[in-house]
Nanobody
Framework: QVQLVDSGGGLVQAGGSLRLSCAASGRTSSLFTMAWFRQTPGNEREFVAAISRTGSGTNYANSVKGRFTISRDNAKNTVHLQMNSLKPEDTAVYFC????????????????????WGQGTQVTVRS
């Protein structure tokens, strides 16, 4: 089994930055593509960004492209999401996700592709 712990959320002014972290523990050798999703009340969880196992491939939602950067450090079993130029519409609970199947690439943007989830971290962007 794998456990994911999200952290780094908070309250920030529009235009500001935050860096989210996801720490993996347990059978981390079974983790392949990692991703971040976000969710607002009453809405479905939506894809934000994903990164391949080696880190060589990334994919972003159009709404965050050019502002967010996903990265991973396999030696430390961590994944990060650097969020710059934040907007009020980025306000959400952000979840780290991990895929246990090699066939799930960074272009998989559906929640069904991911097997492990963090508990979520709240990001609030004030205008």
């Amino acid at each position: 089994q794998v456990q994911l712990v999200d952290s780094g959320g908070g309250l920030v002014q529009a235009g500001g930055s935050l860096r989210l972290s996801c720490a993996a523990s347990g059978r981390t050798s079974s983790l392949f593509t990692m991703a971040w999703f976000r969710q607002t009340p009453g809405n479905e969880r939506e894809f934000v960004a994903a990164i391949s196992r080696t880190g060589s491939g990334t994919n972003y939602a159009n709404s965050v492209k050019g502002r967010f950067t996903i990265s991973r450090d396999n030696a430390k079993n961590t994944v990060h999401l650097q969020m710059n130029s934040l907007k009020p519409e980025d306000t959400a609970v952000y979840f780290c996700a991990g895929a246990a199947r090699l066939t799930v690439t960074e272009f998989n943007t559906t929640i069904e592709g991911y097997d492990y989830w963090g508990q979520g971290t709240q990001v609030t962007v004030r205008s």
